[in-house]
Protein backbone atom coordinates (compact mmCIF):
# COMPACT_ATOMS: atom_id res chain seq x y z
CA UNK A 1 0.00 0.00 0.00
CA UNK A 2 1.59 3.58 -1.06
CA UNK A 3 2.02 5.65 2.02
CA UNK A 4 -0.15 8.59 0.60
CA UNK A 5 -2.81 6.99 -1.97
CA UNK A 6 -4.86 9.73 -4.09
CA UNK A 7 -7.16 9.28 -6.98
CA UNK A 8 -5.55 10.23 -10.25
CA UNK A 9 -8.61 11.56 -11.55
CA UNK A 10 -8.62 13.67 -14.09
CA UNK A 11 -11.58 15.67 -13.09
CA UNK A 12 -13.26 17.74 -15.45
CA UNK A 13 -15.84 20.28 -14.33
CA UNK A 14 -17.68 23.00 -15.70
CA UNK A 15 -16.46 26.64 -14.03
CA UNK A 16 -18.62 27.21 -11.01
CA UNK A 17 -18.63 23.66 -9.90
CA UNK A 18 -18.17 22.37 -6.05
CA UNK A 19 -15.44 19.42 -6.80
CA UNK A 20 -13.88 17.59 -3.50
CA UNK A 21 -10.28 15.56 -3.56
CA UNK A 22 -9.85 13.05 -0.85
CA UNK A 23 -6.24 11.68 0.04
CA UNK A 24 -5.69 8.74 2.50
CA UNK A 25 -2.11 8.38 4.15
CA UNK A 26 -1.28 5.03 6.10
CA UNK A 27 1.28 6.10 8.51
CA UNK A 28 -1.08 6.96 11.65
CA UNK A 29 1.81 8.86 13.05
CA UNK A 30 1.43 11.43 11.07
CA UNK A 31 1.17 14.88 12.29
CA UNK A 32 1.65 17.60 9.36
CA UNK A 33 -0.67 17.88 6.83
CA UNK A 34 -0.63 19.84 3.21
CA UNK A 35 -2.42 20.27 0.20
CA UNK A 36 0.05 21.55 -2.84
CA UNK A 37 -0.48 22.37 -6.13
CA UNK A 38 1.27 22.34 -9.46
CA UNK A 39 0.74 23.32 -12.60
CA UNK A 40 2.01 21.36 -15.61
CA UNK A 41 5.65 21.80 -15.48
CA UNK A 42 6.45 24.09 -12.52
CA UNK A 43 7.37 23.55 -9.35
CA UNK A 44 4.67 22.53 -6.64
CA UNK A 45 3.18 25.60 -4.66
CA UNK A 46 1.96 25.41 -1.23
CA UNK A 47 -1.96 25.48 -1.68
CA UNK A 48 -3.04 25.50 2.05
CA UNK A 49 -1.76 23.70 5.37
CA UNK A 50 -4.56 21.08 6.87
CA UNK A 51 -5.38 21.42 10.57
CA UNK A 52 -7.27 19.06 12.41
CA UNK A 53 -9.87 20.85 12.88
CA UNK A 54 -10.37 21.89 9.64
CA UNK A 55 -9.18 25.00 7.61
CA UNK A 56 -10.68 27.25 4.92
CA UNK A 57 -9.37 29.76 2.80
CA UNK A 58 -11.48 31.69 0.79
CA UNK A 59 -12.44 28.69 -1.86
CA UNK A 60 -10.70 26.40 -0.65
CA UNK A 61 -11.58 23.80 2.03
CA UNK A 62 -9.42 21.52 3.77
CA UNK A 63 -10.82 18.98 6.25
CA UNK A 64 -8.23 16.20 8.23
CA UNK A 65 -10.10 13.02 9.75
CA UNK A 66 -7.79 11.12 11.81
CA UNK A 67 -9.30 8.37 12.85
CA UNK A 68 -10.25 7.16 9.39
CA UNK A 69 -6.69 8.69 8.02
CA UNK A 70 -8.09 11.20 5.04
CA UNK A 71 -7.56 14.68 4.19
CA UNK A 72 -9.90 16.55 1.92
CA UNK A 73 -9.83 19.31 -0.01
CA UNK A 74 -12.84 21.22 -1.60
CA UNK A 75 -13.14 23.95 -4.45
CA UNK A 76 -16.36 25.76 -4.48
CA UNK A 77 -17.19 28.27 -7.23
CA UNK A 78 -14.34 26.55 -9.35
CA UNK A 79 -11.95 29.37 -12.00
CA UNK A 80 -11.11 28.29 -14.60
CA UNK A 81 -7.29 29.35 -13.25
CA UNK A 82 -8.18 26.16 -10.71
CA UNK A 83 -7.22 23.92 -13.52
CA UNK A 84 -4.16 22.26 -12.23
CA UNK A 85 -2.39 18.91 -10.45
CA UNK A 86 -3.78 18.85 -6.65
CA UNK A 87 -0.78 16.58 -4.26
CA UNK A 88 -1.79 15.62 -0.85
CA UNK A 89 1.56 15.68 1.45
CA UNK A 90 2.05 14.23 4.92
CA UNK A 91 4.93 14.01 7.34
CA UNK A 92 6.54 11.06 8.35
CA UNK A 93 9.16 10.19 10.64
CA UNK A 94 12.39 8.92 9.55
CA UNK A 95 15.21 8.97 11.99
CA UNK A 96 15.48 12.27 13.16
CA UNK A 97 14.03 14.22 10.63
CA UNK A 98 10.32 14.10 9.39
CA UNK A 99 9.94 14.07 5.68
CA UNK A 100 7.22 14.72 3.43
CA UNK A 101 5.57 12.09 1.30
CA UNK A 102 4.04 13.28 -1.69
CA UNK A 103 1.10 11.77 -3.22
CA UNK A 104 0.64 10.96 -6.86
CA UNK A 105 -1.44 13.94 -7.66
CA UNK A 106 -5.39 14.44 -8.65
CA UNK A 107 -5.55 16.33 -12.03
CA UNK A 108 -8.16 19.36 -12.41
CA UNK A 109 -9.57 20.68 -15.63
CA UNK A 110 -12.12 23.38 -14.84
CA UNK A 111 -14.08 24.04 -18.05
CA UNK A 112 -15.43 27.00 -19.66
CA UNK B 1 12.46 37.93 -3.65
CA UNK B 2 12.76 34.58 -1.15
CA UNK B 3 13.76 32.07 -4.38
CA UNK B 4 15.23 28.55 -4.66
CA UNK B 5 17.02 28.56 -7.83
CA UNK B 6 18.35 25.30 -10.21
CA UNK B 7 20.74 25.42 -12.72
CA UNK B 8 20.55 24.15 -15.43
CA UNK B 9 16.75 24.18 -16.35
CA UNK B 10 16.88 21.75 -19.32
CA UNK B 11 20.04 19.79 -19.70
CA UNK B 12 20.09 16.78 -22.59
CA UNK B 13 23.33 14.65 -22.09
CA UNK B 14 24.80 11.01 -22.55
CA UNK B 15 25.29 7.66 -20.20
CA UNK B 16 28.39 8.41 -18.38
CA UNK B 17 29.23 11.77 -18.23
CA UNK B 18 29.22 13.32 -15.01
CA UNK B 19 27.05 16.08 -14.19
CA UNK B 20 26.21 18.51 -11.32
CA UNK B 21 22.94 20.21 -11.35
CA UNK B 22 23.48 23.42 -8.97
CA UNK B 23 20.30 24.28 -5.99
CA UNK B 24 20.31 27.98 -4.17
CA UNK B 25 17.89 29.27 -1.70
CA UNK B 26 18.38 32.86 -0.25
CA UNK B 27 15.83 32.03 2.53
CA UNK B 28 18.25 30.83 5.64
CA UNK B 29 16.82 27.43 5.56
CA UNK B 30 18.48 24.86 7.58
CA UNK B 31 16.78 22.40 5.77
CA UNK B 32 16.98 21.27 2.17
CA UNK B 33 15.98 18.32 -0.51
CA UNK B 34 16.07 16.71 -3.76
CA UNK B 35 13.43 14.98 -5.55
CA UNK B 36 12.73 13.39 -9.03
CA UNK B 37 9.17 13.77 -10.07
CA UNK B 38 7.85 10.66 -12.84
CA UNK B 39 4.89 10.25 -14.10
CA UNK B 40 2.40 8.16 -12.01
CA UNK B 41 5.19 7.51 -9.50
CA UNK B 42 4.84 11.63 -8.28
CA UNK B 43 7.69 12.95 -6.25
CA UNK B 44 10.17 11.00 -4.55
CA UNK B 45 12.93 12.12 -2.54
CA UNK B 46 16.36 11.56 -3.71
CA UNK B 47 18.34 13.00 -0.91
CA UNK B 48 18.01 15.89 1.90
CA UNK B 49 19.87 18.16 4.36
CA UNK B 50 18.87 18.91 7.54
CA UNK B 51 21.91 21.49 8.25
CA UNK B 52 25.33 22.07 6.73
CA UNK B 53 27.23 18.86 6.48
CA UNK B 54 24.44 17.14 7.40
CA UNK B 55 22.95 15.11 4.75
CA UNK B 56 21.19 12.18 4.33
CA UNK B 57 19.34 9.27 1.92
CA UNK B 58 15.64 9.46 0.71
CA UNK B 59 14.02 6.95 -0.69
CA UNK B 60 15.54 6.49 -4.03
CA UNK B 61 19.22 7.61 -3.22
CA UNK B 62 20.89 5.07 -5.86
CA UNK B 63 23.18 6.89 -8.85
CA UNK B 64 23.13 10.31 -6.70
CA UNK B 65 25.72 12.12 -4.57
CA UNK B 66 24.94 15.70 -2.66
CA UNK B 67 27.35 18.06 -0.64
CA UNK B 68 26.20 20.80 2.02
CA UNK B 69 29.65 22.87 2.42
CA UNK B 70 27.38 26.01 2.91
CA UNK B 71 23.91 26.07 4.00
CA UNK B 72 22.54 27.94 0.66
CA UNK B 73 23.44 25.43 -1.33
CA UNK B 74 22.48 22.06 -2.51
CA UNK B 75 24.31 20.39 -5.19
CA UNK B 76 23.07 16.95 -6.96
CA UNK B 77 25.55 15.01 -8.41
CA UNK B 78 25.27 12.50 -10.76
CA UNK B 79 28.39 10.31 -11.04
CA UNK B 80 27.79 8.35 -14.15
CA UNK B 81 24.01 9.11 -15.24
CA UNK B 82 22.23 6.20 -16.58
CA UNK B 83 18.65 6.76 -18.97
CA UNK B 84 16.79 5.44 -15.76
CA UNK B 85 17.63 9.04 -13.98
CA UNK B 86 16.23 10.63 -17.37
CA UNK B 87 13.21 12.94 -14.72
CA UNK B 88 12.34 15.91 -13.39
CA UNK B 89 14.20 17.21 -10.63
CA UNK B 90 13.33 19.69 -7.92
CA UNK B 91 15.16 21.34 -5.10
CA UNK B 92 13.70 22.06 -1.94
CA UNK B 93 13.92 24.35 1.49
CA UNK B 94 12.30 24.70 4.01
CA UNK B 95 12.73 25.55 7.87
CA UNK B 96 14.27 22.68 9.89
CA UNK B 97 11.31 19.89 10.89
CA UNK B 98 11.16 19.02 14.09
CA UNK B 99 9.63 16.24 15.88
CA UNK B 100 6.35 17.71 16.34
CA UNK B 101 5.82 19.13 12.85
CA UNK B 102 7.28 20.08 8.87
CA UNK B 103 7.15 23.23 7.34
CA UNK B 104 5.81 24.63 4.31
CA UNK B 105 8.85 23.71 1.19
CA UNK B 106 9.57 25.83 -1.05
CA UNK B 107 10.72 24.45 -4.24
CA UNK B 108 13.20 25.62 -7.44
CA UNK B 109 11.81 25.69 -10.95
CA UNK B 110 13.17 22.17 -11.72
CA UNK B 111 15.57 20.86 -14.27
CA UNK B 112 14.32 18.82 -16.86
CA UNK B 113 17.37 16.51 -17.66
CA UNK B 114 17.16 13.66 -20.79
CA UNK B 115 20.00 10.80 -20.21
CA UNK B 116 20.52 9.22 -23.83
Known amino acids: RKEVEQDPGPFNVPEGATVAFNCTYSNSASQSFFWYRQDCRKEPKLLMS???SGNEDGRFTAQLNRASQYISLLIRDSKLSDSATYLC?????????????FGSGTQLTVLP | EAQVTQNPRYLITVTGKKLTVTCSQNMNHEYMSWYRQDPGLGLRQIYY???????DKGDVPEGYKVSRKEKRNFPLILESPSPNQTSLYFCASSKRPDRTRAYEQYFGPGTRLTVT
Open chain 1, 89 to 101: VVNRLSGSARQLT
Open chain 2, 49 to 55: SMNVEVT
Open chain 1, 50 to 52: VYS
